[in-house]
């Protein structure tokens, strides 16, 4: 079952000759329970690609079918929903609030779509997490790697379409990373999770199933290990 479709999709910034192609028709499907790795060196366009596939930038031309809904028809209000009930989002910094505990920043997205979160599968997802012993702590109280835990946490709990994670070990050491990956891999592996990952480091990109090339907004490479 196709999770997700991207037909002929382009970005540009600016016009004539200083015009910039940011992505310049890429087009690509997903089944549902892939592990992708898209990697390219800096300013392919790998990143807006990701963003565009999140729903939080817009694209100038080209389809994102998330789940059979095109988003670019959606509203910025229905977009935001979408948004939050069918995509997870995972970012090299974490973006936690840190004021917030590590039980309150997991389960922000559900209050936010007024839902009320269920106690048992919070602390399900903390143990699976690793966090059980850290639900009262503030995020100033974790490691980078705990911290980047609470970020995947927050992204699974809506159970989304997509998980996308942008550089998620770009800010962690070497354990931490390998951690971090072997945690996606699990929910992956598990859950039949379908997981985007955007990366620079070949290395990492070796964990997932099919690796996309990107370079100059184009794909160049698309394996299935």
């Known amino acids: 079952m196709k999770i997700l479709e991207i037909n002929n999709l382009t970005k540009h910034y600016g016009k004539g000759e200083t015009e910039v192609k940011a992505l310049d028709g890429v ?21 807006t690609l990701l963003h565009i596939m999140g729903g939080v930038d817009t694209a100038t031309g080209g389809q994102v079918i998330i789940n059979g809904t095109d988003i670019s ?31 309150e920043n997991l389960t922000l997205p559900l209050l936010l779509d007024g839902r009320s979160p269920d106690k048992q599968q919070v ?3 903390a143990q699976k997490l690793g966090l059980y012993n850290r639900l009262s702590h503030l995020p100033s109280e974790l490691s980078g790697g705990q911290q980047q835990r ?60 099919r690796v996309i090339a990107i370079q100059d907004g184009k794909i160049v490479r698309d394996e299935v290990k």
């Open 27 to 47: 087009s690509f499907s997903v089944e549902q329970g892939e592990f992708i790795a898209i990697v390219g060196p800096s300013g392919s366009g790998k990143s």
């Open 73 to 103: 028809t959606l509203d910025e209000t229905a977009l935001a929903i979408f948004r939050r009930r069918q995509i997870g989002l995972i970012y090299q910094f974490y973006n936690l609030i840190p004021i917030l505990t590590v039980e």
């Open 123 to 125: 602390e399900t997802l």
């Open 150 to 209: 609470v970020s995947i946490g927050r992204a699974l709990l809506n159970s989304p379409a997509l998980l996308l994670a942008d550089e998620p070990t770009g800010n962690l050491d070497s354990e931490n990373s390998k951690e971090i990956i072997e945690l996606l891999r699990r929910f992956n592996r598990e859950y039949r999770q379908t997981v985007i990952m955007i990366t620079h480091d070949e290395r990492i990109a070796l964990s997932a199933d």
